[in-house]
T-cell receptor, first 115, second 117 residues
Framework: AQSVTQLGSHVSVSEGALVLLRCNYSSSVPPYLFWYVQYPNQGLQLLLKYTTGATLVKGINGFEAEFKKSETSFHLTKPSAHMSDAAEYFCAVSDRGTGGFKTIFGAGTRLFVKA | EAQVTQNPRYLITVTGKKLTVTCSQNMNHEYMSWYRQDPGLGLRQIYYSMNVEVTDKGDVPEGYKVSRKEKRNFPLILESPSPNQTSLYFC????????????????FGPGTRLTVL
């Protein structure tokens, strides 16, 4: 069965510092991979996704993620944190083998950005 | 404006009183899904629908029902709510073009916060 693990329920960085949010998945077949962001009292918004092709994926707001099959990871990074990046981030996988209709989310990582 | 709407946004009810949370999308999306969000657990999929009259269970379907009689609507029904169904619920939709299989972006509604006393 697929699973998604996000290391660290809370991450705190200083404004201007590197953001690194970790995501590892467990799947017999490399799945489709997503990162979503949730701002307070809002629904989720897609940041980026990996489906096929280039393993380094660029998303909105300066975020990017790299799919590493050997490490079963899809870590999210941003070179320089901004106060507006404070939110909760969810990694998700969608099973490729059965048509991608089921989506599994990680538990989420709340990002705090210090001035 | 392309959007997914949910109603109500907030609901407090009592154990056993049937309720329906509506979800509607105006993007002509084929795929719709319901999730519940609980602290420390992320989002868990309740049910999804690949098209009209086609639905399937997600990971936590117990205590919930859904129907998909029209493409734009995907209501979530709690026949006999219990306190363990207190949660934040999200509806989502995506295009799910034939052959795309899971690659299309899901668009989420604003959420419905349900409290069952």
């Amino acid at each position: 069965a697929q699973s998604v693990t996000q290391l660290g329920s809370h991450v705190s960085v200083s404004e201007g510092a590197l953001v690194l949010l970790r995501c590892n998945y467990s799947s017999s077949v490399p799945p489709y991979l997503f990162w979503y962001v949730q701002y307070p009292n809002q629904g989720l918004q897609l940041l980026l996704k990996y489906t096929t092709g280039a393993t380094l994926v660029k998303g909105i707001n300066g975020f990017e993620a790299e799919f590493k099959k050997s490490e079963t990871s899809f870590h999210l990074t941003k070179p320089s944190a901004h106060m507006s990046d404070a939110a909760e981030y969810f990694c998700a996988v969608s099973d490729r083998g059965t048509g991608g209709f089921k989506t599994i989310f990680g538990a989420g990582t709340r990002l705090f950005v210090k001035a | 404006e392309a959007q997914v709407t949910q109603n109500p946004r907030y609901l407090i009810t009592v154990t056993g009183k049937k309720l329906t949370v509506t979800c509607s999308q105006n993007m002509n999306h084929e795929y719709m899904s319901w999730y519940r969000q609980d602290p420390g657990l992320g989002l868990r999929q309740i049910y999804y629908s690949m098209n009209v009259e086609v639905t399937d269970k997600g990971d936590v379907p117990e205590g919930y029902k859904v129907s998909r009689k029209e493409k734009r609507n995907f209501p979530l029904i709690l026949e006999s709510p219990s306190p363990n169904q207190t949660s934040l619920y999200f509806c989502a939709s995506s295009l799910r073009r034939a052959g795309a299989q899971g690659t299309d972006t899901q668009y989420f509604g604003p959420g419905t916060r349900l409290t069952v006393l």
